[in-house]
């Protein structure tokens, strides 16, 4: 999600929310929400096995190709689609095969969606490419994947498509996910040897990116994103985000019905919601009674005049946020926040249910703050994860506040303060609209909100900075 944004300041908590809880995936830096490099705070959707070989095709007494008793074939412009190809409405979808909210979108929305409207004639799905290449690095040669397997027929394609989303979870982190790519192509029906030659064929990447300047044409921003259009009318109405069945099910009732459907984030930008202060500049400044956090209560590093502002969401007990912390934070410091192009936020956001140390490690954290020590205690906590994270709490706690030189009597005082308590869970309560797992990085610039869920490799995270950097530095 950034090179496009995620979500304007206008009406930014609730939009901001909704993308990110509805859409996931939004024009932006980069993600993964690839579960391989986040930890989820809730169980992942079950990824339905796959083939080992494909069955061939069926076709139906007209010629027309089938897959799972469904039609599918290709519109006058070679687009896939699934459905009735007289259907009354088509829906143009949007997709990005590396966003988590796709796969969701996919795993658990589409079926039902078929059964209710595709099988039953009512529409047909067209599936267009829109890979957000900052913030999915995968998703383009994803894309090119799919496309080079369609090469070889319709059925192939949708069979590709839906492995592409079921495996997510296995390829998106990849350094090089060609062979993984390789092999589900094999899976779907496709001949190796014409899949390969294909990836070659340069005039395959422009077709994505035609697909892509087709939704920017639609000002679609995020992931995934659908056009609805009335076959009898050319109407078109246009819904964004991963919806529940249920808001699909009024669009198409109501489409029915002769009425015009209402995107629901577009009626609640305009309820006028309260701005989140973590989220607004004028609250970045240093607190003079609180030195070392803003006027927000939240404790930051570089640049208060940086053109960029990354606020973490992070788990003291995560794996993942270790990782980060020890592997990638330190090169981002080095090329991005103590060169003053970046300001950095950290906020707490503890899963209980799966890390049971980490909330009394996050009001340690917050107690060592408030002498001065926020950002070395950050480092030792996660760099000696294993060795707090049980029954030697007490005991490494001691150890790290002791070397930081911390007062033993005030720290005591803080830890037992339930207003430290509060603050942590503040930070819990203003994350759960919208963090699905740690860490989750909002990137603010330019007034708008672009969300990286997951640790990214330092090259990727650096490679999204750099964008918006040149970005601010172009318009300056």
């Not at 609730?14 to 690839?34: E, H, N, R, S």
């Not at 083939?51 to 896939?80: C, K, R």
């Not at 005039?203 to 659908?226: C, D, H, N, Q, Y």
């Not at 934070?329 to 991005?336: A, S, V």
Request: proline share 9%; net charge negative; glycine share 6%.
């Amino acid at each position: 999600m950034f090179s496009r944004p995620i979500a304007r300041w206008k009406g930014l908590l609730l939009p901001l929310a909704l993308f990110f809880v509805l859409a996931g995936c939004q024009a932006p830096i980069a993600q993964p929400a690839a579960p391989a490099a986040a930890e989820p705070t809730a169980a992942s959707a079950p990824s339905a096995a796959a083939p080992a070989t494909a069955p061939a095709p069926a076709v139906a007494p007209d010629g027309q190709e089938m897959l799972d008793g469904i039609s599918v074939g290709f519109t006058a412009e070679g687009y896939p689609y699934r459905g009735n190809p007289d259907a009354p409405v088509t829906v143009y979808e949007y997709s990005d095969y590396q966003c988590p909210f796709c796969q969701r979108h996919v795993l658990q929305t589409e079926p039902a969606l078929s059964s209710s409207f595709i099988r039953t004639g009512q529409a047909k799905f067209i599936f267009r490419d829109f890979p957000l290449d900052s913030l999915h690095p995968n998703a383009t040669p994803a894309s090119i994947a799919a496309n080079c397997v369609m090469e070889q027929g319709i059925v192939p394609f949708w069979r590709m498509h839906d492995l592409l989303f079921r495996t997510q979870d296995e390829w998106a982190s990849l350094p090089d996910p060609a062979d993984v790519f390789v092999r589900l192509a094999g899976e779907a029906g496709a001949d190796a040897t014409l899949y390969t030659t294909c990836l070659a064929d340069s005039g395959i990447a422009e077709r994505v990116k035609a697909s892509v300047a087709e939704a920017e044409a639609l000002e679609f921003s995020g992931t995934p994103s659908f056009n609805f259009v009335v076959e009898e009318t050319g109407e078109a109405y246009q819904l964004v985000g991963a919806q529940p069945y249920d808001t699909f099910n009024n669009w198409f009732t109501t489409i029915a019905d002769g009425g015009s459907p209402v995107d629901p984030a577009a009626a609640q930008a305009q309820e006028q919601p309260e701005f989140p202060a973590w989220a607004m500049p004028e609250n970045w400044a240093d607190d003079p009674a609180n030195p070392g956090t803003n006027l927000a209560g939240d404790f930051w590093r570089g640049n208060p005049d940086a053109p960029i502002t990354v606020v973490e969401f992070s788990d003291f007990q995560c794996p993942f946020c270790q990782r980060h912390t020890l592997n990638t934070q330190p090169i981002l410091d080095e090329q991005f926040v103590d060169t003053g192009d970046v300001m950095w936020i950290f906020k707490h956001f503890p899963v209980q249910s799966t890390h049971p140390f980490a909330f009394p490690a996050a009001i340690f954290a917050e107690c060592l703050g408030e002498q001065g020590h926020f950002w070395e205690a950050h480092d030792l906590l996660f760099t000696r994860m294993s060795e707090w994270s049980g029954s030697n709490l007490e005991t490494v706690f001691g150890e790290i506040a002791t070397q930081l030189g911390a007062d033993a009597d005030l720290l005591a005082t803080c830890r037992a303060d339930e207003a430290t308590l509060q603050n942590v869970q503040r930070d819990l309560t203003e994350g759960s609209q919208f963090v699905q797992g740690t860490p989750t990085f909002v990137v603010i610039y330019n007034n708008q909100g672009r969300l990286i869920p997951g640790a990214l490799p330092a090259d990727q995270f650096a490679a999204a900075l750099n964008k918006l950097l040149a970005e601010a530095k172009g318009s300056e």
